[in-house]
């Protein structure tokens, strides 16, 4: 299994830094998106750069770079923590692509993605409580810093019942780090009340 699970971390990697944001963006505004809004290649600045249809493909491709090896692992090899380094590692490659000179998204979408590859029923839970935070809020790093370590709590109540191996927590905690250290300036502006709103932002340089 440790040969296994090593291929699939190399595939998660791999697969995750497929620069799917980056790619819509040429096709969409040829040009490089990581120029302007937050700098990222993730759903929400493809969303303030090249609209809606585009962020929608965007944000599907980017939770399949983790449902993919979490799946693998967790169904196809039936071994939890495979699962979880195979997502872990999909993370990875999407925050710090390969392909894309190490500059990529925050991790939000592939770390759902992952859960939703290995935990498909609890992880419907996920995007409603993204949804209690943004609607009203319309702030998606909101979203993102709160709703990543309270979907992280929701794991760990489950694994302390006895629904999830110990795995999925530990991944979880993982993409909370991830998640977290890359919305800093995020949770600057949000504290300083100059962060955009969902949409907004798009036409500027980029900031981080």
């Known amino acids: 299994m440790i040969w296994e699970t090593t291929l699939l971390m190399v595939f998660g990697y791999l697969f995750g ?8 963006g040429y096709l969409w505004l040829r040009r490089d998106i990581r120029q302007v809004g937050s700098g990222k290649t993730g759903s929400t600045n493809v969303l303030r750069t090249a609209g809606p249809y585009a962020a929608a493909f965007v944000l599907i491709a980017d939770i399949a770079k983790g449902a993919v090896p979490g799946a693998i692992g967790f169904y196809l090899l039936d071994h939890s923590w495979a699962g979880a380094l195979g997502a872990g590692a999909a993370v990875a490659g999407h925050v710090w692509p390969v392909f894309a000179g190490f500059r990529g998204g925050r991790g939000v979408a592939t770390g759902y993605g992952g859960v939703l590859g290995m935990t498909p029923l609890l992880s419907i839970a996920f995007p409603l409580l993204a949804a209690l935070i943004l609607l009203p809020t319309r702030i998606v790093s909101l979203m993102s810093v709160v709703g990543t370590p309270l979907s992280a709590a929701i794991l760990v109540v489950a694994w302390l019942l006895g629904w999830e191996p110990f795995p999925v ?14 919305h800093l300036p995020n949770i600057r502006r949000l504290l300083d009340g100059t962060e955009p709103r969902m949409g907004q932002g798009g036409d500027r340089p980029a900031t981080g």
């Open 17 to 24: 830094s497929v620069p799917s944001g980056l790619v819509t």
């Open 169 to 182: 927590v530990a991944y979880a905690f993982f993409v909370v780090g991830v998640v977290e250290y890359q």
